[in-house]
């Protein structure tokens, strides 16, 4: 059966933020709205979720502006943490989701907990996906990680970044053996993967993040919201993968400090755990989704 499927943009700050709606309402299954990572990586790689659909809701996702089919400013003052989160109100104001689920994947996952300390009425439940609530501790576990890799990758890195130097190509293939270990360990990866890091837009990612994913010197390097998670009280399922740059460390600091919540670790993914283990996920959540709906 082929879903119904809704495009369109919605006007935020002069910009337009382009949006995806897969799926149609049915009695008591509340909609889930998807939030990507990055920061700048489009919404592309959270495909498999649309099968979410498949169990009779609708399924939202939304390229963040800066990035994908939205409006791209160039404009580094704009890539911050309070901006994502109005326009995520914004979005789903304009959408009409009084009643909603939010999944947020990475970067995604760290802006829900964001807007989920604001308190907003209709929050049904959050997924934290592959999330950090602190980036120093996200560091330490991703340079800890980053130890077991081979001496000559090290190597690389450690000099590349020592001379200012992470845009030359050595730097980016010793990133990616990371990446194959920690950040998706199918080969190849799935195209809608490759068209997300494709369309990765280096600005927002660069000046939030930094040149990788352990070289941590944008915006967000001091961001840590670990104090405040016993502020969240919707119902809440932290998932992660044994092999993940977000390591069980970094999920059980989410889990243990959010009240209630759950936590499903995926013994055979990493970062990308809803291409790695796809069918396990879907069940997964669409089974905490149908347990937290009225």
Same mark, same amino acid.
């Given at each position: 059966?082929?879903?119904?499927?809704?495009?369109?943009?919605?006007?935020?700050?002069?910009?337009?933020?382009?949006?995806?709606?897969?799926?149609?309402?049915?009695?008591?299954?509340?909609?889930?709205?998807?939030?990507?990572?990055?920061?700048?990586?489009?919404?592309?790689?959270?495909?498999?979720?649309?099968?979410?659909?498949?169990?009779?809701?609708?399924?939202?996702?939304?390229?963040?502006?800066?990035?994908?089919?939205?409006?791209?400013?160039?404009?580094?003052?704009?890539?911050?943490?309070?901006?994502?989160?109005?326009?995520?109100?914004?979005?789903?104001?304009?959408?009409?989701?009084?009643?909603?689920?939010?999944?947020?994947?990475?970067?995604?996952?760290?802006?829900?907990?964001?807007?989920?300390?604001?308190?907003?009425?209709?929050?049904?439940?959050?997924?934290?996906?592959?999330?950090?609530?602190?980036?120093?501790?996200?560091?330490?576990?991703?340079?800890?990680?980053?130890?077991?890799?081979?001496?000559?990758?090290?190597?690389?890195?450690?000099?590349?970044?020592?001379?200012?130097?992470?845009?030359?190509?050595?730097?980016?293939?010793?990133?990616?053996?990371?990446?194959?270990?920690?950040?998706?360990?199918?080969?190849?990866?799935?195209? $809608?993967?490759?068209?997300?890091?494709?369309?990765?837009?280096?600005?927002?990612?660069?000046?939030?993040?930094?040149?990788?994913?352990?070289?941590?010197?944008?915006?967000?390097?001091?961001?840590?919201?670990?104090?405040?998670?016993?502020?969240?009280?919707?119902?809440?399922?932290?998932?992660?993968?044994?092999?993940?740059?977000?390591?069980?460390?970094?999920?059980?600091?989410?889990?243990?400090?959010?009240?209630?919540?759950?936590?499903?670790?995926?013994?055979?993914?990493?970062?990308?755990?809803?291409?790695?283990?796809?069918?396990?996920?879907?069940?997964?959540?669409?089974?905490?989704? $149908?347990?937290?709906?009225?």
């Amino acid at each position: 059966m082929t879903m119904p499927v809704v495009e369109g943009r919605i006007p935020f700050r002069g910009f337009q933020v382009w949006y995806r709606c897969v799926g149609a309402d049915h009695p008591g299954k509340l909609p889930v709205l998807c939030l990507h990572g990055g920061p700048g990586a489009p919404h592309d790689y959270l495909e498999p979720l649309e099968a979410l659909a498949d169990n009779g809701r609708r399924v939202f996702f939304y390229d963040q502006i800066g990035c994908g089919r939205s409006d791209q400013p160039s404009d580094p003052s704009l890539w911050k943490v309070p901006l994502f989160v109005e326009e995520l109100g914004a979005v789903r104001k304009a959408l009409g989701l009084e009643r909603v689920h939010i999944l947020g994947q990475s970067w995604g996952g760290m802006l829900a907990m964001e807007y989920a300390l604001t308190q907003p009425a209709g929050l049904a439940s959050l997924i934290i996906a592959n999330s950090p609530a602190s980036m120093v501790q996200w560091v330490e576990e991703a340079n800890r990680l980053r130890g077991e890799l081979p001496a000559d990758i090290q190597a690389t890195l450690l000099k590349h970044e020592r001379e200012g130097t992470t845009d030359d190509q050595d730097y980016q293939e010793a990133v990616a053996v990371f990446y194959r270990r920690h950040l998706c360990r199918l080969d190849p990866w799935p195209e $809608c993967l490759m068209r997300s890091f494709t369309r990765l837009r280096a600005e927002v990612y660069q000046t939030m993040n930094g040149p990788s994913e352990f070289h941590v010197i944008g915006n967000l390097k001091d961001w840590n919201v670990v104090p405040r998670l016993g502020e969240i009280h919707v119902p809440t399922l932290v998932l992660s993968g044994r092999y993940d740059e977000a390591t069980p460390l970094v999920a059980e600091t989410v889990h243990r400090g959010i009240p209630g919540s759950e936590w499903v670790l995926f013994e055979q993914s990493s970062h990308s755990t809803h291409l790695e283990e796809t069918e396990r996920y879907l069940e997964v959540v669409e089974r905490f989704l $149908c347990k937290v709906e009225p």
